[in-house]
């Protein structure tokens, strides 16, 4: 029987739910993705960098706990109350979360590329070197 | 074809190998294999985890910043074929590679030149802090009062009977007795 798998007959009574814990916690907001929101300045998030419920556009989500009031942008956690927030960030993983947060930015495909003995990655000369600027040998 | 480095790992992905994962905002993850992609999915942190090579880099134990890295590169514009550019790529390959190679060893050699000496002076701190496994306390020249340990030995004593005890309890399995089982089978 494979970890996480429900265990079946004599003396099941506990229930594995290591695979679902695990997936609950990779869809979570990434590391990368939670040190970009940080460094945006705040109050100003679109979809794609935090989650929709911290927008300026759509200020409250019916389907967040407390219509996504209550966010811990560095945990990528919505809480009922401002009381839980607060309790939550005397806990020791927010604390953790939030030096972590301080440090380099996290690992990405171009470290690992840097990593592998690759150089940075070459884009070529400018296809259209400024254009703005006339020659002046063309001209004479 | 491109040669793609594995997320984790970093090690060399080649075309039909691996597992590649799209995240929902269009970034792209390249695994080499499943222990990558397992490590990947449990949010491990490639610069912890002691087999990667960004870990190793970032230990000392690999060349970093070094110019042979210059000719491996993710090109976005690719150069148009020439057959005599291709042939001198090729060369310049191996020789560059010699050369990398080279500066490995002798980095390699200069790490391990202080390796004994360490070594030498981790067994000696070892060997003080645990010289009682070996030597036998009657050898010791200065016997320490002797009735602190009688006591402490009694104590031990009485704890493993107690213990003993608790097991034996916990052990006991409700077994009918053959007289009182031909008791009933007789009523």
Known sequence: ?140 | MRLEKCWFCSSTVYPGHGITFVRNDATIFKFCRSKCHKNFKMKRNPRKVKWTKASRKLAGKELVKDATFDMERRRNRPEKYDREVMHKTVKAMQKIDEIRQKRADRLWEKRMANAKQQQTAADKRQLEREIHLIKAPSMEPEAVSEQEPMQEEKVVQQQDEKLAQKQKKKLRIPVERPRQKLQRMQE
Request: with cysteine; hydrophobic share 30%; glycine share 10%.
């Open chain 1, 1 to 140: 029987m494979g970890v996480g798998q429900r265990s079946t007959g004599k003396g099941g009574k506990v229930r594995r739910i290591t695979k679902t814990k695990r997936r609950a916690t990779f869809l979570e907001r990434h590391i990368d993705q939670i040190w970009e929101d940080v460094q945006q300045p705040e109050g100003v998030h679109d979809g794609k960098t935090a989650p929709l419920g911290t927008t300026d556009s759509v200020q409250l989500d019916a389907d967040l706990p407390a219509c996504g009031r209550h966010y811990c942008q560095p945990c990528s956690r919505f809480f009922v109350s401002e009381h839980a927030q607060t309790a939550h960030e005397q806990t020791k993983s927010h604390k953790n979360r939030v030096k972590d947060l301080m440090g380099p930015r996290p690992h990405s495909n171009r470290d690992a590329e840097l990593a592998g003995n690759m150089g940075a990655p070459d884009n070529g000369p400018k296809l259209r070197p400024h254009v703005a600027v006339p020659a002046p040998m063309a001209i004479s």
